[in-house]
Nanobody
């Protein structure tokens, strides 16, 4: 299971750090990613990190503002979000997958945490 936390209400320009704690299995053998879904929109990819943590990918709209990282010892993945804008408002989901840049291979999903950015 994946448990996302850290969401909340923040003013534009502010920061939040999302966490995704894994339990029940070791997710070190999976690539880990964050996705988000805004109201009335489809879920979209945000960021992902390789098994080793050595490779990361971001959607263009968050590059330079968001940072994904993982702590294998804690079986936890993080998403540091800075310079937040209203367009970042969404439910954020963490997920575990098989291959980078292959969203269809994500197999396990967390329950989501709501991020609301007020302008």
């Amino acid at each position: 299971q994946l448990q996302a936390s850290g969401g909340g209400l923040v003013q534009a320009g502010g920061s939040l750090r999302l966490s995704c704690a894994a339990s029940g299995r070791t997710f070190s053998s999976y690539v880990m990613g964050w996705f988000r879904q805004a109201a009335g929109k489809e879920r979209e990819f945000v960021a992902e990190i390789s098994r080793s943590g050595g490779s990361t990918f971001y959607t263009d709209s968050v590059k330079g503002r968001f940072t994904i990282s993982r702590d294998s010892a804690k079986n936890t993945v993080y998403l540091e979000m800075n310079s937040l804008i209203s367009e970042d408002t969404a439910v954020y989901y963490c997920a575990a997958g098989l291959f980078l840049q292959r969203p269809s291979t994500y197999q396990f999903w967390g329950q989501g945490t709501l991020v609301t950015v007020s302008s």
